[in-house]
């Protein structure tokens, strides 16, 4: 089952921040926060992974609570193409070898014009 | 970087038939493996995931079964097809964050 719990979707206008938020109250200590996302019809799409700290790069950013019970995906300036289903997973042995992903229901953003 | 590369694109098949679905890495050695499911208008489950030559973990229990011959090499496979197995999959691989391939959309009849 999945460890994680979000919002079935939500809306951004063009433009603005898209903030994606992620419950994982049952995190273990040495479970990363993944996200991905998945525009229709297509294979998932890393975006970004983190542990506690704040992460950064190209494409968002991710911020972790400081007791890393939920986290927030932030798309700066959302436009139309990042429409998709953004997938929040918990993932343990960065690396190792049994990194399963385990996918939930994810949430639908919707970019509007 | 990594890329993953997964064949057939689409395929429509009787119910019966075999299946064979086929997937290999370019750019990492020895990752980990994935094949997923997706059915219409529903998530991903994992159906099976490997960590080496031979070494196959099934998720859920079905009449699909899965091969990893080669180091970057994974392949799903069913003897009969159902109904059931419709759907969109997806191989997946790496270490730590995963790749994914463009998906098989497979259709039984």
């Known amino acids: 089952d999945a460890k994680t719990t979000q919002p079935p979707s939500m809306d951004c206008a063009e433009g603005r921040a898209a903030n994606l938020p992620c419950n994982h109250s049952?995190?273990?200590?040495?479970?990363?926060v993944y996200w991905y996302r998945q525009i229709h019809s297509q294979g998932p799409q890393y975006i970004i992974h983190?542990?506690?700290n704040n992460e950064t790069n190209e494409m968002a950013s991710l911020i972790i609570t400081e007791d890393r019970k939920s986290s927030t995906l932030i798309l700066p300036h959302a436009t139309l193409r990042d429409t998709a289903v953004y997938y929040c997973i918990v993932l343990v042995n960065y690396g190792g070898a049994t990194n399963k992903l385990i996918f939930g229901t994810g949430t639908l953003l919707a970019v509007q014009p | 970087s990594q890329t993953i590369h997964q064949w057939p694109a689409t395929l429509v098949q009787p119910v019966g038939s075999p299946l064979s679905l086929e997937c290999t890495v370019e750019?990492?050695?020895?990752?980990?493996l994935y094949w997923y499911r997706q059915a219409a208008g529903r998530g991903l489950q994992l159906l099976f995931y490997s960590v080496g030559i031979g070494q196959i973990s099934s998720e859920v229990p079905q009449n699909l079964s899965a091969s990893r011959p080669q180091d970057r090499q994974f392949i799903l496979s069913s003897k009969k097809l159902l109904l059931s197995d419709s759907g969109f999959y997806l191989c997946a691989g790496g270490r730590g964050e995963l790749f994914f391939g463009e998906g098989s959309r497979l259709t039984v009849l």
């Open positions: 750019g990492t050695s020895n990752p980990n």
């Open positions: 983190g542990l506690k």
């Open positions: 049952t995190i273990s200590g040495n479970e990363y």
